[in-house]
């Protein structure tokens, strides 16, 4: 019997899950080195300062502290953090250096390093390293940080890092004599990935072998060796990236940090290894923050509700300076403010502001959660105006099937064209409104039910993936006959090593259990690796395994051809042999009597398009403003599924992740900059009885044309709409009061004082900026 | 300071400093990882462990407080070879993505099962509130400790 096709579409269980739900994990800090170090680091309490002096004199002398770094010690000029994505020359100016060393620029920027025998002694050493640090006016918002008058960069002149542009057809005319348009301004709040594990590594310095071993590394292994070997001077075969077990990522983990320096630094200064663990309170002030947004958009529409046109201003606060991925968010809120939909005519610009507050990076659908908010909260009050069903307007303006490639927004300066690649939106949709149970759901639109309001909502979404240019794969024919597959995509806690060990055992028409491992994340493994984000391990590593297999299967079809003294024609891999003419067989092992060792590639500049639908039934509570989720489906068509379990998982997951940026996740700062929310006690995420009723449901059909598998990036749909449809049930639920969220989150409070408002008011007031980024 | 109880069946002595938490000193004294510590100040549930029976979390108590108590981590709920049923139940609903915070789920879960095999979803939900997963929504934790409930109502030992 031949095992064709059988395990991709499975749900398969996990193969990871044998070592993790038994505590057998090995995540970083979980290791341990003879003779190691400590690392702790000293943080800015301050948000904006110039630093007067650093003794570390006090701390040098501690018992246990072997030394203390500060910027002086890094050399000149103190190395600063790369732009890994759009790596513009305008934003060379605005990055990070890895540690401080005239000024401050947010609460958490580092300012000294302690070395020591336990991470104990290094955190009490930290409180003996005397600081005099002059504070200076905080830019602690971007209305703030518009007025230009304090400069977080003083030779830049402003406080603007960069403007990009999305631009399709001619939205002037668009606008130019339009039955309809209106004119909204709608903001989503700073919030951020928090992963369970926080972050960490241990760095390993072997000085007669010139080599440097970074275990922790996680995401993207390969640009990051890139990195270090220029900052350290090494060659990048010097420097070993070791993937652990990595307790989540949602895009911000794995990103190269200050402390991506400063720890592999510190183990050959030290000579010795050295392991730094951030705690939760670091984490929240350091790790990559995410999401605010604003803007200030005008849509122009037919009467029929065919949208004309799309234009206006979105403002993103990017912090102190230009990390890695800073700007991802900023371009994905223009490019794809249009979404699924059609929307011939658009012209929006995004200002990214900086200010005294952690720096931005991607967050699971960057910019995406936030454009779509903005974007589906403007639908329904569209669709009010004109007296079209909120369904039938979503309806009549999703791009359509015989549209496709569909061309979206160019976005300049880099010139970034990009195409919608396959599928039929409108079936998304109509299944998310049948597993909702909209048809009935919708008698209860509005009613007040034992003293809540009830509320109906639906969105649409695309979901980008697959960022190019290309991924490696290897398979090893061991000479036991079982199969090792090594990849250049990083494990991030999303179900990697089973999603590839389905798609090499297809591929190679072999049982599961004779691939005894699938290898990932460390530079080691593949010649070139790119790593896991933009939703493309799947698309980019699961094609270049479909290539090694491709290739291994040619490499033992030759060698069985040259032992049976045949043609290559001859031969083909058979129920785990590989069989010749005349009855001649031999097995995988005979054949590996060596082990057989191949590399394979995929390359892509073009993205897949998975797409879907989302719906939510809430009531709420117009005495308290407290919001309850009664049902919640999310639908999604990912062209081709390879593990419906972890795909609905992914799904499911990233639902509530964004509840949490919907209802309750606020990194919030006082004017001085400083940042009020430092514990998980403050920064409150979804816990298990907050929203018992999330369901999943997947689709396959148009197959991606850009991949051998057809498979489209998934794991981010899930957290696109989240901010959308929730804003748009609560708004239906309140209608009869003329209630219109504007603003994220959707706190009690804040629901209950727009409540309050259009009850005395007549309607729902929100802070309002105009087009320069100044409050109205 | 010298202290000694029971970690796993196994008698220990170490030797701590006062202010060392029992996370600490099982994870990098005893070298027991699978505990993980998500945020050290009580709120994630990922150090949860079984201090005498009751589900603690292990960030929030010193080594020194665990003296002449019995102590069970996520290693002391595993076999040599195999899942028990509340892992396997884990694995079959897909209750984990990451794993960090999953040895503190099946603590907080075996503990509760133990003393309530019959418990309802929202007594489920309840007490697992207090331990965050950022990867998988909770919903399939909810219907993988529910699934394995009929393993604990016999012996009490189905973990």
Same mark, same amino acid.
Request: negative net charge; proline residues 5%; hydrophobic residues 40%.
């Given at each position: 019997?031949?095992?064709?096709n059988?395990f991709?579409?499975?749900?398969?269980?996990?193969?990871?899950?044998?070592?993790?739900v $038994?505590?057998?994990?090995?995540?970083?800090?979980d290791?341990?080195r003879?003779?190691?170090?400590?690392?702790?680091?000293?943080?800015?309490?301050?948000?904006?300062?110039?630093?007067?002096?650093?003794?570390?004199a006090?701390?040098?002398?501690?018992?246990?502290?072997?030394?203390?770094?500060?910027?002086?010690?890094?050399?000149?000029?103190?190395?600063?953090?790369?732009?890994?994505?759009?790596?513009?020359?305008?934003f060379?100016a605005?990055?990070?250096?890895?540690?401080?060393?005239?000024?401050?620029?947010?609460?958490?920027?580092?300012?000294?390093?302690?070395?020591?025998?336990?991470a104990a002694?290094?955190?009490?050493?930290?409180?003996?390293?005397?600081?005099?640090?002059?504070?200076?006016?905080?830019v602690?918002?971007y209305?703030?940080?518009?007025?230009?008058?304090t400069?977080?960069f003083?030779?830049?002149?402003?406080?603007?890092?960069?403007?990009?542009?999305?631009?399709?057809g001619?939205?002037?005319?668009?606008?130019?004599?339009?039955?309809?348009?209106?004119?909204?301004?709608?903001?989503t709040?700073?919030?951020?990935?928090?992963?369970?594990?926080?972050?960490?590594?241990l760095?390993?310095w072997?000085?007669?072998?010139?080599?440097?071993?970074?275990?922790?590394?996680?995401?993207?292994?390969?640009?990051? $060796?890139?990195?270090?070997?220029?900052?350290?001077?090494?060659?990048e075969?010097?420097?070993?990236?070791?993937?652990?077990?990595?307790? /989540?990522?949602?895009?911000?983990?794995?990103?190269?940090y200050?402390?991506d320096?400063?720890?592999p630094?510190?183990?050959?200064?030290?000579?010795?290894?050295?392991k730094?663990i951030?705690?939760?309170?670091?984490?929240?002030?350091?790790?990559?923050?995410?999401?605010?947004?604003?803007?200030?958009?005008?849509?122009?529409?037919?009467?029929?509700?065919?949208?004309?046109?799309?234009?206006?201003?979105?403002?993103?606060?990017? =912090?102190?300076?230009?990390?890695?991925?800073?700007?991802?968010?900023?371009?994905n809120?223009?490019?794809?403010?249009?979404?699924?939909? $059609?929307i011939?005519?658009?012209?929006?610009?995004?200002?990214?502001?900086?200010?005294?507050?952690?720096?931005?990076?991607?967050y699971?659908?960057?910019?995406?959660?936030?454009?779509?908010f903005? $974007?589906?909260?403007?639908?329904?009050?569209?669709? +009010?105006?004109?007296?079209?069903?909120?369904?039938?307007?979503?309806?009549?303006n999703?791009?359509?099937?015989?549209e496709?490639?569909?061309?979206?927004a160019?976005?300049?300066?880099?010139?970034?064209?990009?195409?919608?690649?396959?599928?039929?939106y409108?079936?998304?949709?109509?299944?998310?409104?049948?597993?909702?149970g909209?048809?009935?759901?919708?008698?209860?639109?509005?009613?007040?039910?034992? =003293?809540?309001?009830?509320?109906?909502?639906?969105?649409?979404?695309?979901?980008?993936?697959?960022a190019?240019?290309?991924?490696?794969?290897?398979?090893?024919?061991?000479?036991?006959?079982?199969?090792?597959?090594?990849?250049?995509?990083?494990g991030?806690?999303?179900?990697?090593?089973?999603?590839?060990?389905?798609?090499?055992?297809?591929?190679?028409?072999?049982?599961?259990?004779?691939?005894?491992?699938?290898?990932?994340?460390?530079?080691?493994?593949?010649?070139?690796?790119?790593?896991?984000y933009?939703?493309?391990?799947?698309?980019?590593?699961?094609?270049?395994?479909?290539?090694?297999a491709?290739?291994?299967?040619?490499?033992?079809?030759?060698?069985?051809?040259?032992?049976?003294?045949?043609?290559?024609?001859?031969?083909?891999?058979?129920d785990?042999?590989?069989?010749?003419?005349?009855?001649k067989?031999?097995?995988?092992?005979?054949?590996?009597s060596?082990?057989?060792?191949?590399?394979?590639?995929?390359?892509?500049?073009? +993205?897949?398009?998975?797409?879907?639908?989302?719906?939510?039934?809430?009531?709420?509570?117009?005495?308290?403003?407290?919001v309850?989720?009664?049902?919640?489906?999310v639908?999604?068509?990912?062209?081709?599924?390879?593990?419906?379990?972890?795909?609905?998982?992914?799904?499911?997951?990233?639902?509530?992740?964004?509840?949490?940026?919907?209802?309750?996740?606020?990194?919030?700062?006082?004017?001085?900059?400083?940042?009020?929310?430092?514990?998980?006690?403050?920064?409150?995420?979804?816990?298990a009885?907050?929203?018992?009723?999330?369901?999943?449901?997947?689709?396959?059909?148009?197959?991606?044309?850009?991949?051998?598998?057809?498979?489209?990036?998934?794991?981010?749909?899930?957290i696109?709409?989240? /901010?959308?449809?929730?804003a748009n049930?609560?708004?239906?639920?309140?209608?009869?009061?003329?209630?219109?969220?504007?603003?994220?989150p959707?706190?009690?409070?804040?629901v209950?004082?727009?409540?309050?408002?259009?009850?005395?008011h007549?309607?729902?007031?929100?802070?309002?900026?105009?087009?320069?980024?100044?409050?109205? | 300071?010298?202290?000694?109880?029971?970690?796993?069946?196994?008698?220990?002595?170490?030797?701590v400093?006062?202010?060392?938490?029992?996370?600490?000193?099982?994870?990098?004294?005893l070298?027991l990882?699978?505990t993980?510590?998500?945020?050290?100040?009580?709120?994630?549930g990922?150090?949860?462990?079984?201090?005498?029976?009751?589900?603690?979390?292990?960030?929030?108590i010193?080594?020194?407080?665990?003296?002449?108590?019995?102590?069970? *981590?996520?290693?002391?709920?595993?076999?040599?070879?195999?899942?028990?049923?509340?892992?396997?139940?884990f694995?079959?609903?897909?209750?984990?993505?990451?794993?960090?915070? *999953?040895?503190?789920?099946?603590?907080?879960?075996?503990?509760?099962?133990?003393?309530e095999?019959?418990?309802?979803?929202?007594?489920?939900?309840?007490?697992l509130?207090?331990?965050?997963?950022?990867?998988?929504?909770?919903?399939?934790?909810?219907?993988?400790?529910?699934?394995?409930r009929?393993?604990?109502?016999?012996?009490?030992?189905?973990?």
């Open positions: 019997m031949r095992t064709v059988s991709i579409g499975q749900p398969i269980e996990r193969l990871e899950d044998f070592r993790l $038994r505590g057998h994990g090995q995540y970083v800090d290791l341990a003879k003779d190691m170090l400590y690392a702790a680091i000293l943080r800015s309490a301050v948000g904006h300062g110039r630093i007067c002096s650093i003794n570390i006090r701390a040098q002398k501690f018992a246990g502290v072997h030394c203390v770094i500060t910027a002086a010690d890094l050399g000149h000029p103190t190395p600063r953090v790369p732009m890994r994505l759009q790596p513009m020359p305008e060379e605005f990055g990070q250096p890895v540690m401080a060393r005239d000024k401050v620029r947010y609460v958490g920027e580092a300012l000294a390093m302690v070395l020591a025998d336990s002694i290094a955190e009490d050493a930290l409180g003996a390293i005397d600081i005099d640090i002059e504070p200076l006016p905080a602690s918002n209305y703030i940080a518009a007025k230009n008058e400069l977080l003083e030779d830049k002149g402003g406080n603007v890092a960069m403007k990009f542009r999305a631009a399709l001619d939205a002037a005319a668009a606008f130019k004599d339009a039955p309809y348009s209106r004119r909204e301004s709608f903001s709040q700073r919030h951020t990935a928090l992963t369970m594990e926080p972050r960490g590594l760095c390993e072997d000085a007669p072998r010139g080599k440097l071993t970074v275990s922790g590394a996680a995401k993207v292994l390969f640009f990051n $060796r890139r990195i270090i070997a220029k900052q350290l001077g090494l060659a075969d010097a420097i070993d990236m070791v993937e652990c077990d990595v307790g /989540g990522s949602f895009g911000a983990r794995g990103e190269f200050p402390e320096f400063l720890i630094f510190a183990a050959r200064y030290c000579g010795r290894p050295v730094w951030e705690d939760r309170r670091e984490h929240l002030m350091t790790m990559n923050h995410a999401r605010e947004a604003a803007c200030d958009v005008e849509i122009a529409c037919e009467r029929d509700g065919t949208i004309r046109g799309l234009r206006g201003h979105a403002f993103v606060d990017v =912090g102190a300076y230009m990390r890695t991925n800073g700007a991802v968010g900023a371009r809120i223009a490019q794809f403010m249009s979404g699924p939909y $059609r011939p005519n658009i012209d929006i610009d995004v200002s990214l502001l900086l200010t005294n507050k952690t720096p931005v990076g991607t699971r659908g960057p910019g995406r959660f936030e454009t779509d903005f $974007r589906e909260r403007l639908f329904d009050m569209v669709a +009010h105006d004109l007296g079209i069903d909120q369904v039938e307007f979503r309806r009549r999703l791009v359509r099937e015989a496709m490639p569909y061309t979206v160019t976005i300049t300066p880099f010139e970034s064209k990009d195409e919608l690649d396959s599928g039929e409108q079936v998304t949709l109509d299944r998310c409104l049948a597993e909702i909209w048809a009935e759901k919708a008698k209860l639109k509005g009613k007040l039910v034992g =003293g809540r309001y009830q509320g109906l909502a639906i969105c649409c979404f695309i979901e980008g993936g697959a190019g240019p290309k991924e490696s794969a290897r398979l090893v024919l061991e000479s036991d006959g079982t199969l090792t597959v090594y990849v250049g995509s990083s991030v806690g999303q179900g990697l090593e089973t999603a590839f060990a389905q798609i090499a055992a297809d591929a190679m028409e072999m049982p599961m259990d004779r691939i005894n491992n699938v290898f990932h994340g460390s530079t080691a493994y593949v010649s070139d690796g790119y790593g896991s933009h939703s493309r391990s799947i698309v980019m590593g699961g094609s270049a395994v479909l290539d090694a491709t290739k291994l299967r040619q490499t033992m079809c030759a060698e069985a051809a040259r032992r049976f003294n045949c043609g290559a024609a001859e031969v083909v891999l058979a785990g042999r590989v069989l010749g003419p005349d009855s067989s031999v097995s995988w092992a005979e054949l590996a060596e082990p057989i060792s191949v590399e394979g590639a995929f390359l892509n500049k073009k +993205h897949t398009w998975a797409y879907g639908a989302h719906a939510a039934h809430v009531s709420v509570d117009p005495k308290t403003g407290h309850q989720l009664i049902d919640y489906v639908v999604e068509n990912c062209g081709r599924i390879i593990n419906p379990l972890t795909l609905k998982g992914q799904l499911v997951g990233a639902v509530v992740q964004g509840l949490g940026g919907a209802f309750l996740e606020h990194l919030a700062y006082d004017d001085n900059g400083q940042l009020l929310t430092g514990s998980l006690a403050d920064y409150l995420v979804p816990t009885s907050d929203f018992p009723k999330i369901r999943g449901v997947v689709m396959e059909s148009h197959p991606s044309p850009i991949n051998p598998l057809g498979a489209k990036g998934a794991g981010e749909g899930g696109i709409s989240v /901010g959308g449809v929730m049930a609560v708004a239906d639920a309140l209608s009869s009061l003329g209630v219109e969220p504007r603003d994220l959707l706190s009690p409070s804040h209950w004082q727009l409540v309050q408002d259009a009850r005395h007549g309607r729902s007031a929100a802070p309002r900026i105009d087009s320069a980024g100044h409050a109205k | 300071m010298p202290v000694q109880f029971e970690v796993n069946g196994k008698p220990v002595a170490v030797e400093e006062p202010r060392l938490t029992l996370a600490d000193c099982l994870r990098h004294h070298r990882t699978g993980h510590v998500g945020c050290e100040h009580g709120v994630c990922a150090c949860t462990v079984l201090v005498d029976g009751a589900a603690v979390r292990s960030c929030l010193l080594a020194v407080q665990a003296e002449g108590a019995k102590v069970i *981590t996520i290693e002391g709920l595993s076999l040599k070879d195999g899942l028990t049923p509340l892992q396997a139940s694995r079959k609903h897909h209750a984990l993505q990451c794993g960090f915070c *999953t040895p503190g789920m099946i603590t907080t879960a075996h503990a509760l099962l133990s003393e095999p019959d418990c309802n979803a929202d007594r489920v939900r309840e007490v509130s207090g331990n965050l997963c950022r990867c998988t929504g909770y919903i399939s934790i909810i219907e993988a400790v529910l699934d394995a009929a393993a604990y109502k016999h012996d009490g030992k189905g973990a």
